[in-house]
């Protein structure tokens, strides 16, 4: 089965911080994903990656980086986190062949 | 846009009822479909895929396809009261999207004793 594993399950930041969200997965997977989830909005794309080095903007981008160095490792980056930022992130990897996510357990952050 | 839509609950089954999940899209080319469950402070996991019209059963589990229709459901039989959770359809357009899924805002399922 496909692993994808975030480094924390609970994250507590200030504001001003700057945030790394790691993400690995072990399946060789191309494309890999950052989404963020806040009750009654649902999922919502920050970026994704397709390849090494490569990634697209989502939905909502602002606030955020991302870096991919290895296949197997996509990091998200809070350049400077504020309290909006408080949510649940998801990171998720697929196959191109058929698509279908597999996800990680998430981190909570909290940014106080 | 492309967008994906859930019936929008939330649905309440006693258990033992069948629960009726349903999801329309609308880019007509999309090619894969998926049924997320997703419990409260949980991540998502895949339930079912369906990628052909018609029916596809796994245990207590069928997804169906009607792609003339744009129309993809999840029917629930036996429903247990830890079936309770979202209920999250998504959508892979194929072609240059990149393996991205399109996601429906979920649909809350509670199956009460």
């Known amino acids: 089965d496909v692993k994808v594993t975030q480094s924390s399950r609970y994250l507590v930041k200030r504001t001003g911080e700057k945030v790394f969200l790691e993400c690995v997965q072990d399946?060789?997977?191309?494309?890999m994903f950052w989404y963020r989830q806040d009750p009654g909005l649902g999922l919502r794309l920050i970026y994704f990656s397709y390849d090494v080095k490569m990634k697209e903007k989502g939905d909502i981008p602002e606030g955020y980086s991302v870096s991919r160095e290895k296949k197997e490792r996509f990091s998200l980056i809070l350049e400077s986190a504020s309290t909006n930022q408080t949510s649940m992130y998801l990171c998720?990897?697929?196959?191109?062949?058929?698509?279908?996510?597999?996800f990680g357990s998430g981190t909570r952050l909290t940014v106080v | 846009q492309k967008e994906v839509e859930q019936n929008s609950g939330p649905l309440s089954v006693p258990e033992g009822a069948i629960a009726s999940l349903n999801c329309t899209y609308s880019?007509?080319?999309?090619?894969?479909f998926f049924w997320y469950r997703q419990y409260s402070g949980k991540s998502p996991e895949l339930i079912m895929s369906i990628y052909s019209n018609g029916d596809k059963e796994d245990g207590r589990f069928t997804a169906q396809l009607n792609k003339a229709s744009q129309y993809v459901s999840l029917l629930i039989r036996d429903s247990q009261p830890s079936d309770s959770a979202t209920y999250l359809c998504?959508?892979?357009?194929?072609?240059?999207?990149?393996?991205?899924?399109?996601f429906g805002q979920g649909t809350i399922l509670t199956v009460h004793p």
């Open positions: 998504a959508v892979y357009a194929g072609g240059t999207s990149y393996g991205k899924l399109t």
């Open positions: 998720a990897s697929s196959s191109p062949v058929l698509g279908g996510y597999t």
């Open positions: 880019d007509r080319g999309s090619q894969s």
């Open positions: 399946m060789d997977h191309e494309n």
